[in-house]
Structures are given as structure tokens and as C-alpha cells.
């Protein structure tokens, strides 16, 4: 007994690195998610920027993330997670260190596109990867650490960004500083590709392409040599049960899937956690604050997204993923319709507008922020999960475009307050989708997932 939980516990730990491992993919996300954020000022006045322009040098990245997204599921059934997960890498810096150069704003517009890319397919691929790993029993945390990393990173970058811009003064930071912010970004980008070296193939991608003794042996280290025996046996099944054309997601039951994991990860983005993450010094010199007030607010708007986070993941398979989306949404529509109605008020120069932010991203923390992407990792069938999974993902790329583009332009046009209230109806969606539609998947197995959708065709 005692040697079966010691064989237990080193399986976790062995699942657990990998997993913190293809999570770095999100801290690329979320470094280039972040790093906008204390740059975006100082280019504006360097490129004497419109509010649309703005818009776009923000949302410039999430085109590449759209593209990089869209062809992830493609890459990835041709050559294997691991190496296109290393591909994402590869492109991230590279678009990092272009972005830290360009004399003209188109040049950075193109450098942010090319740096998109990689962090497309990382959003796509990371999550996936862990899924397909990970004991049905722990998977919900361990796919949440993809989570963490971008929320770990929008925190660590807010810090960055806020450190660079002290380093000079504003006519440095306007020329020079900005470029650094964005540099730096190659140094995760680097580990990233090192440290992908070190794990394996995902087992289900291995015994998709025929090769059952490495799939099963990835699968002993993962799980011990009976789990792994009784799984490979399943994954055999439902690969052999399903067809391969993604046309099959548009049949009943799959067709479901496809729409919830799509709606979701819309949803993830129009109920504008981006918004304040990208202009979050902006929104707090709009009530007032001075620019380094606004640096060091931002920074808790980031402490507090990586605290809850970190609360997610002891949540995400006690409580599961349902319980949270429905009480994390309603807090959310709450949070934004206070902040909406002080900016309606005018009061804003207290500390009820930061106090309801800070309350909004923590309820995105604990529920849209990683339930999402546990929820698209993990509901669409073997053979086309990675195509399904860059779909939902484009999606929510798409969606992240939209709201980032949109955002500065709203502001001017239909003012804060009726901004903030948009985010606040699409959150009441939220809740009452995840009621109607989302099913429980907390401690299901993959291929159990799969039995779910096909009993309802």
C-alpha cells in the first residue's frame, strides 16, 4: 500500500512538471496581454496616436492570435503538440524582439501580428496538451495552471512595466522605455522553448498516429501500469468509434459542443476582462489618479487576478466547473453595474471605482478566467480536439479583438458608465448560458466526455 502511494505521489509530481511546463504557454500569453498595457501611453505620444489607432496597436497582436490560433489545431494533428508548442515559442520571440525595434507604427503593428502568432497557437495547444495528459481527478487544476501562468504574468509585466517606466523620465520613457517593456519578453520566450525539450508527446496524439508502445509508455509514467493499460484501451475505442472529418462536429450532440465551447470562450472576452486588463492605467487616470497612481492600481488589479487564480485551481475539482461559471458571472454583472453607475454619478475620485474592479477580477479569477479554457480543452472528442479546440479558441481571439478595438472608441462615444453596463448584460448571459447549456465534467475521463455528447445524437 505504502508503495502504491509513493508511486502515487511521484506520478503527480511528474504530471504536475510537465503540465507547469506547457503552462509557461500561458505566461506568454499573458506578458503580451499585459505589456500593452504600460506601453500603450507612452506610444501614443510617441506616434501621436488617434483613439482608433490606439485600438489597433493593442489589437494588432490578436489578429496574429487569430491566425495563430486558427492553424494550431492543423499543425499540431500533423506534427504533434510538443512540436508546435516549440513552433509557438519560436515565433513569440522573435515578435517580442521585433517589437522592441520599429521607428514607425506600422513596423510595431507588424512585429505584434508576428509575435501573435506564437501566442495564438500557445493558447490553443497549451491548455489542450495538459488535457490530454492529466488524471481525469486532477485534470480541472491542472489544466487551471495554464490560467495562473497568464495571470502570473499579467502580474510580473504590470511589475515590469511599471519598474522600466521609473528608469527614466517621461521623454525617455516615450522613446526608449516602451521598447524595453516589450524586449523583454524574450527572456520567457527562450525558457519556453528550452524547458518543451524536456516532455513528452501527448499519449492520445501518439496512439492517433498508430505508435501504441511510446503512447503506452507515456501513459505508465503519467498513470501507473494498469490505469495506463485500461485508458490506452479506451482512447483505442473512441478513436476507432469516431470519424475524422471535423464535419462530424456539426452533427446533433457534437454540434453542441462545438457551440458551447465556442459561446464560452466568447463570452470569456465580451464581458471585458481584457478591456480593463489593456487600459487599466487609462481607466484609473479617468477617475483621477495621477500616471503613477495608476501604475501601482494596475498592479493590484494584477495581484489580485493571480491570488484568486491560485483559488481556482483548490476549487476547480472540489466545487467543479458549473458552480463556478454561474457564481463567478453573477458577481461580475454586480461588480460592473456599481463601477458603470459611478462613472454615471460622477463619483469617482473615492476608492469605490477600484475596489469594485479589484472585486470584478476576482470573480473572473475563480470562474470565466480558467474555467474556459479547462471546459474547451476538454470537451471535444479525440481525433478532432485540437481542430475543435483552435475553432473555440479563434473564437475567443476574435471576440478579444472586438472588444479591444472597440474599447477606447466606446469610451469616447457612449461614455464610460454605458460601457462598463454592456460589459455588465453580457455577464448576465453568462449565467444564465452556463445554466441552460454547460454540463458538469468535473472527474470524468476524456473518453467518458466524448459517451456524453454521443448519447445525445
Not at 285 to 298: E, S
Not at 304 to 314: H, M, P, S
Request: proline content about 3%.
Amino acid at each position: 500500500m505504502q508503495h502504491t502511494d509513493s508511486s502515487k505521489k511521484k506520478q503527480l509530481r511528474y504530471v504536475t512538471f510537465i503540465s507547469l511546463i506547457a503552462a509557461i504557454g500561458g505566461f506568454l500569453f499573458g506578458y503580451d496581454t499585459a505589456v500593452i498595457s504600460g506601453a500603450i501611453g507612452f506610444i501614443e505620444d510617441r506616434f501621436v496616436l488617434s483613439s482608433a489607432m490606439v485600438g489597433w496597436v493593442v489589437s494588432s497582436l490578436i489578429i496574429g492570435c487569430i491566425v495563430g490560433a486558427a492553424s494550431s489545431g492543423f499543425i499540431s494533428d500533423k506534427l504533434g503538440r510538443k512540436s508546435a508548442l516549440i513552433i509557438s515559442g519560436v515565433l513569440f520571440t522573435a515578435g517580442s524582439a521585433a517589437s522592441a525595434l520599429p521607428e514607425t507604427v506600422t513596423g510595431l503593428v507588424l512585429a505584434r501580428m508576428f509575435g501573435g502568432l506564437g501566442v495564438g497557437m500557445a493558447s490553443t495547444l497549451a491548455p489542450l496538451y495538459i488535457a490530454e495528459i492529466a488524471p481525469a481527478k486532477y485534470r480541472g487544476r491542472l489544466v487551471s495552471l495554464y490560467q495562473l501562468a497568464v495571470v502570473t504574468a499579467i502580474f510580473v509585466t504590470f511589475f515590469i512595466d511599471s519598474s522600466i517606466a521609473s528608469l527614466g523620465d517621461t521623454a525617455w520613457d516615450i522613446e526608449t522605455g516602451w521598447r524595453w517593456m516589450f524586449a523583454v519578453g524574450v527572456i520567457p520566450g527562450i525558457l519556453f522553448i528550452i524547458f518543451l525539450l524536456f516532455i513528452p508527446e501527448s499519449p492520445r496524439w501518439l496512439q492517433k498516429q498508430g505508435k501504441s508502445d511510446r503512447a503506452l509508455a507515456t501513459l505508465q509514467r503519467l498513470n501507473g501500469k494498469e490505469e495506463a493499460k485500461f485508458e490506452l484501451k479506451e482512447i483505442r475505442l473512441t478513436l476507432k468509434e469516431e470519424n475524422t472529418k471535423m464535419s462530424q462536429l456539426f452533427k446533433p450532440g457534437l454540434r453542441l459542443a462545438l457551440l458551447i465551447g465556442v459561446i464560452l470562450a466568447i463570452l470569456q472576452q465580451v464581458t471585458g476582462i481584457n478591456a480593463v486588463m489593456y487600459y487599466a492605467p487609462e481607466i484609473f487616470k479617468a477617475t483621477g489618479a495621477g500616471t503613477d497612481a495608476a501604475l501601482v492600481q494596475t498592479v493590484m488589479i494584477g495581484l489580485i487576478n493571480f491570488i484568486f487564480t491560485i483559488l481556482a485551481l483548490w476549487l476547480i475539482d472540489k466545487m467543479g466547473r458549473k458552480a463556478l461559471l454561474l457564481i463567478g458571472s453573477t458577481c461580475m454583472a454586480v461588480c460592473l453595474v456599481f463601477v458603470g453607475f459611478a462613472f454615471h454619478s460622477g463619483h469617482t475620485e473615492g476608492p469605490w471605482v477600484l475596489v469594485f474592479l479589484l472585486l470584478y477580477v476576482a470573480s473572473f479569477a475563480i470562474s470565466l478566467g480558467p474555467v474556459v479554457w479547462v471546459v474547451i480543452s476538454e470537451i471535444f472528442p479525440n481525433r478532432v480536439r485540437a481542430r475543435a479546440t483552435a475553432i473555440a479558441s479563434m473564437a475567443l481571439w476574435a471576440a478579444d479583438y472586438l472588444v479591444s478595438q472597440a474599447f477606447p472608441m466606446m469610451l469616447d462615444s457612449i461614455g464610460p458608465a454605458t460601457t462598463f453596463w454592456v460589459f455588465a448584460v453580457m455577464s448576465v448571459f453568462t449565467f444564465f448560458f452556463t445554466w441552460k447549456t454547460v454540463p458538469e465534467t468535473k472527474g470524468k475521463t476524456l473518453e467518458e466526455i466524448d459517451q456524453l455528447w454521443s448519447s445525445k445524437a
